[in-house]
């Protein structure tokens, strides 16, 4: 999230908007002339994705292990 509290002032060079804006949603990184979506969220590589695809498998079977105990 982004909470302007947390931002720097407008006017000094090392201000930035939002990495979830625009940039990668799991590194956080600028896009290329390709944008890859996986679950309607902005990745910027393959290998983004592949990453993206393991971290939402490893949670659902965390979650499926939490469910059964």
């Known amino acids: 999230m982004c909470d ?19 940039g ?17 969220t902005a990745l910027c590589s393959k290998k983004c994705v592949d990453r993206f695809r393991t971290r939402r498998e490893r949670d659902r079977s965390w979650l499926f292990r939490t469910q059964v105990a």
């Open 4 to 22: 302007a509290s947390v931002l720097p002032e407008v006017g000094q060079p090392e201000s930035r908007p939002c990495s979830s804006v625009n």
């Open 24 to 40: 990668c949603a799991v590194c956080g990184g600028k896009f290329g002339l390709i944008r890859h979506y996986s679950w309607r």
